[in-house]
């Protein structure tokens, strides 16, 4: 719920004037502009944001405000932004909240002596990037446009999809300094009730300063997750087709502006790891990439527990997995080695990120050594260990949610603690927990993470 300032627009218009440069700091901040023309023999004062405006159409609906006579002046603020403004997007304002909101948001307002209200005009322009496929959710053979980072644009991209009297997209805002514009999307026709205004009443009873982190912040600020369960509670995907896909099963997708990722509700298990390409593809292929993918991530949690468990117990290992077992002498723990690449691995992560790409190259090649063949003919790490967890880092790659592969990651490390401290009843402890986060993970809907039914 945001505070608003529930002042209406005076009859003076020298009180608006000055109660204006009281609100903002048109003295003090070089882009805010104040331009003071006469329309009709009326004074007349502009307010809007350098660099939010459209220089060319500002000017041509200036040129029609100076060719205004007297004579030809309404006697209503209606009526002259119905017959005297040549574009499309005008409107009337009658408080100063909305006047505020919508001049800080880009749009120019217009004070007209003797007049009661300002006259809004959206000729804005946001700077923004061009839609581009996204670089996380690609796809072979699906479109390659994705979601930016302006709120209008991204909408845009989904009414192009569903051309639908059904799609609704209701506009909010959130954050009582940011002000942050939230599209809430939705098929009339095809949404729970229950759920739409649940998250609805949610947005609204918001009490933020501030969504600094866009979605996320809005995500953490909706639903107050446990903080210790790792499991993500939201879809998010930068396509405007999963988007739209999701729509029309029954969704709500949320948009946030400066954000270029929607968030989908309600969510599951089976939500979390599917991809564009599992659709674009016959039904046999798609099938298969669900298959790969599920075994893979079993695979990621368990592969170092189950290999680090055999190794505690190498009695149960079967004659035909013999060659599984470590061979080499063993001078660090097997579990400390473990948990020393799974640290290790993230730093490659964010070194990844913030290294410049052209020391990318010899960055990797130095990293193949240290973390190759030196780390092994040193003795600090064993060949098999290294094998294990190069597979497990590349695993992590194969779930299309970031989250979905961190939560994995810290299942696997309770695994491994617990399993190097008890052995055969730690792994099995283990596995209960892993299944009791799954379980016990509570979606925005109150429903559990592996509900896996439409709505």
């Not at 593809?281 to 290999?307: E, H, N, W």
Request: net charge negative.
């Amino acid at each position: 719920m945001i505070d608003k300032i529930s002042k209406k627009v005076m009859p003076s218009f020298e009180e608006n004037i000055a109660y204006m440069d009281k609100l903002l700091p048109v003295k003090e901040s070089f882009d805010i502009i104040r331009r003071d023309i006469v329309i009709g023999g009326k004074k007349a004062t502009f307010y809007f944001i350098d660099g939010f405006t459209k220089d060319e159409t500002l000017v041509k609906i200036m040129d029609a405000f100076f060719r205004v006579t007297p004579d030809d002046m309404p006697e209503d603020a209606t009526t002259f932004a119905r017959t005297k403004i040549p574009y499309v997007e005008v409107d009337v304002l009658g408080d100063y909240d909305q006047v505020i909101r919508n001049i800080l948001s880009g749009m120019t307002c217009l004070f007209i002596s003797g007049y009661e209200v300002c006259i809004a005009i959206d000729c804005r322009t946001y700077p923004a990037r061009s839609v581009g496929e996204p670089e996380k959710d690609k796809s072979l053979r699906g479109s390659r446009d994705g979601f930016v980072e302006t709120i209008v644009f991204n909408t845009a991209l989904i009414r192009r999809r569903i051309r639908d009297p059904h799609l609704v997209m209701e506009m909010t805002e959130a954050g009582q300094t940011s002000r942050t514009d939230i599209a809430v999307c939705y098929m009339q026709d095809r949404v729970d009730k229950d759920l739409l205004e649940n998250v609805k009443q949610r947005i609204e009873a918001l009490h933020v300063d501030d969504l600094r982190m866009n979605q996320q912040s809005l995500a953490e600020a909706i639903y107050h997750r446990k903080w210790f369960n790792p499991f993500p509670k939201f879809k998010f995907t930068e396509r405007p087709d999963t988007a739209a896909a999701c729509l029309m099963e029954g969704k709500v997708v949320i948009l946030v502006d400066n954000s270029p990722s929607a968030m989908i509700l309600p969510t599951s298990i089976l939500d979390i790891v599917e991809e564009a390409n599992d659709y674009y593809f016959p039904k046999i292929t798609g099938t298969y990439l669900k298959i790969s993918r599920a075994v893979i991530a079993f695979l990621t949690v368990f592969l170092t527990p189950v290999f680090l468990l055999f190794m505690q117990n190498l009695d149960w290992l079967p004659e035909i997995f013999a060659f599984v077992a470590v061979k080499d002498t063993v001078n660090i723990p097997l579990v400390f080695q473990l948990l020393l690449l799974e640290v290790a691995i993230d730093g490659l992560h964010l070194a990844a990120l913030n290294t410049p790409s052209m020391l990318s190259t010899p960055l990797s090649v130095i990293t193949a050594l240290v973390l190759g063949e030196f780390s092994v003919s040193s003795g600090w790490f064993n060949a098999e260990v290294m094998l294990y967890m190069a597979f497990v880092a590349m695993a992590n790659y194969a779930q299309p949610n970031f989250e979905l592969g961190y939560a994995m990651k810290f299942m696997r490390i309770i695994l491994l603690i617990l399993t190097a401290s008890f052995n055969w009843i730690g792994f099995l402890a283990g596995c209960v927990v892993v299944f009791c986060f799954l379980l016990f993970n509570r979606t925005l809907t109150g429903r559990s993470f592996l509900n896996v039914k439409m709505n």
